[in-house]
């Protein structure tokens, strides 16, 4: 019986190891800046970025981009264009409502898995976790190796740095890395780059309401946003001609 409570005890001491983890409130900057050989034009507006992160929680408030755990949810507002489309006599047969809507999905831990499977193919890419380490803003973090591979079948290699002291396990808001990046490059295959780095870490400041999403809005599914999608296509396409 002894041993079985001293096993108890050990299960709930890693337990709480592991809930301890990633405790961190608090706001990450980033700086964009293009790092491809084709230059991509950032607006001064969009050359800064704000995640706010409460525990394994994150969200950015730029793109209504909120994570909790492995759920990510997207505020969209189209109220203004679904406006637009009714003064110029254009109703949307698949949508009733205001425009702003809530977008939910779930990742699953094979797709993030996926991507460290090595492929070659030309225009796909994988990631490589590496041993390396070094201290970035005072938190360490592990070296990540996108292998990109352009149309010519060669690879463009591309390093980026992510750390498990801060947010969610795995950050789902741009990358999809194991890790919280603090060096994240984005590439695509036309030579452009975007390359997000941490320039301050500020503790506080974030409280879990922070987390919600935007009052007003309704949930609409991602095949009726699809839908949806195809149809403001449509009617762009008429108010061209």
Not at 50 to 72: F, H, L, P, S, T
Not at 112 to 125: A, R
Not at 212 to 241: C, M, R, S, V, W
Request: net charge negative; with cysteine.
């Amino acid at each position: 019986m002894k041993k079985v409570i001293i096993a108890a005890l050990v299960l709930l001491i890693g337990m709480e190891g592991l809930n301890a983890q990633n405790k961190f409130r608090g706001i990450v900057k980033f700086k964009i800046e293009s790092t491809g050989h084709v230059a991509v034009t950032i607006p001064a507006e969009a050359a800064t970025l704000e995640v706010k992160v409460y525990d394994d929680n994150a969200k950015i408030e730029a793109a209504n981009a909120i994570q909790n755990g492995m759920r990510q949810t997207q505020a969209v507002d189209l109220a203004q264009l679904i406006a637009y489309l009714a003064a110029n006599d254009i109703s949307l047969e698949t949508y009733q409502g205001d425009g702003k809507i809530l977008i939910r999905q779930t990742a699953k831990k094979e797709t993030i898995d996926s991507l460290e499977i090595v492929d070659t193919e030309p225009g796909h890419y994988y990631y490589e976790y590496l041993n390396e380490t070094k201290e970035i803003l005072g938190h360490t973090a592990k070296k990540l190796v996108i292998h990109s591979y352009n149309e010519e079948g060669a690879d463009t290699p591309t390093e980026c740095w992510v750390t498990s002291e801060i947010g969610p396990e795995t950050f789902l808001l741009f990358g999809n890395t194991k890790g919280f990046p603090l060096v994240y490059t984005q590439v695509s295959g036309d030579g452009k780059a975007i390359t997000y780095t941490a320039t301050e870490i500020v503790s506080g400041k974030v409280k879990e309401a922070d987390m919600y999403p935007p009052a007003g809005y309704k949930d609409l599914t991602e095949e009726e946003f699809q839908a949806l999608q195809e149809e403001i296509k449509t009617a762009a396409e008429l108010l061209e001609d």
